[in-house]
């Protein structure tokens, strides 16, 4: 398979569709983002590298990091996480409310807020230093310590996280997190404000790509574990969208509202793509178009 020339060949197809859609604005340090860049590199399980346009250039991974979060959790405290997450898709907004008080408390799943915030909770019970292990744990996974977070962009969703703060509110009245709020708080948006480029993101995720040998940083994870993180990230990656991303890219993966996206197709590649501009839905215009080309042209994906 050319990879090479089919992701060259999506790039200028994609290129009418460049202006739709528009950044995050909702955290005022990511509206400053320059909204006309895009990087794509995918990755297979053996190392080959195809990399186009802005592959190099670190963003901010946002929602992302809510797959290394719940990796962490899962592998400390194995299948009791689901006692306090679910893992049914919600069908509502990634920073919606209304589920959560209906369900007295228990997110629908890790990849909405609600439930990355109940994650973030359970590694602030379980980790000594949950902001450095958590960081040391992301830099095991693509062998790379420069991998860091954005202190500007933590404090400035911070400042301005009035709906996250309601959601770890409702959680607390509920008795779904132990910790003191502003602490969970802060940690939740410290990971969301990491920084890594596609090429790394498609490093990183070849742990759950390659389902053997999940060790990374001392978190061990097993076959059947890392299966099960992904058809996680295939029914609820996507948000409201989830399904509409399995019906035009086939692939589980996880978006994030700094524009990228990175989809798994298990024992074969990772790929990662970044655009700033997003749908109405919080999901990258152009990271959803080309990845839908790339299954397209390829005729590969998990169906
Ligand atoms: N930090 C963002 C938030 O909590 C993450 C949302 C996302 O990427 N979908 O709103």
């Not at 990091?65 to 919600?90: D, M, N, Q, T, Y």
Request: aromatic share 10%; with cysteine.
């Amino acid at each position: 398979m050319d990879y090479q020339k089919i992701i060259e060949d999506i790039c200028r197809e994609i290129r009418p569709f460049a202006e739709e859609g528009k950044q995050a604005d909702y955290i005022p340090a990511l509206a400053k983002i320059n909204p006309d860049q895009f990087g794509i590199c995918l990755r297979t399980v053996d190392g080959q590298i195809y990399a186009h346009q802005q592959a190099d250039t670190r963003f901010s991974i946002q929602s992302i990091a809510k797959v290394f979060a719940i990796a962490i959790a899962l592998s400390l405290r194995g299948e009791h996480i689901w006692k306090k997450v679910g893992k049914e898709p919600s069908g509502t907004a990634f920073n919606s409310l209304v589920q959560l008080e209906i369900e007295k408390g228990i997110p629908r799943n890790p990849f909405i807020n609600a439930g990355a915030i109940v994650v973030a909770d359970i590694l602030i019970s379980e980790l000594d230093d949950p902001e450095g292990e958590f960081l040391n744990f992301v830099r095991t996974l693509c062998k790379d310590d420069t991998i860091s977070y954005n202190e500007e962009v933590a404090y400035s969703e911070r400042e301005h996280g009035y709906l996250n703060a309601a959601i770890a509110n409702l959680l607390k009245y509920h008795g779904t997190i132990e910790n003191d709020i502003e602490d969970v708080l802060m940690f939740y948006f410290k990971m969301c404000s990491v920084e890594m480029s596609c090429r790394e993101l498609a490093l990183a995720f070849r742990a759950f790509t390659c389902h053997r040998d999940f060790n990374y940083a001392g978190y061990k994870l097993t076959v059947s574990q890392v299966k099960r993180l992904n058809a996680v990230m295939q029914t609820c990656g996507f948000y409201d969208e989830a399904g509409e991303f399995s019906y035009l890219v086939g692939l589980p993966g996880k978006s994030g509202v700094g524009g990228g996206i990175v989809a798994i197709y298990p024992m074969k590649y990772s790929v990662a793509v970044w655009s700033p501009r997003l749908n109405s839905k919080g999901n990258s215009v152009l990271g959803m178009k080309a990845l839908e080309l790339l299954t397209t042209y390829t005729e590969e994906s998990i169906f």
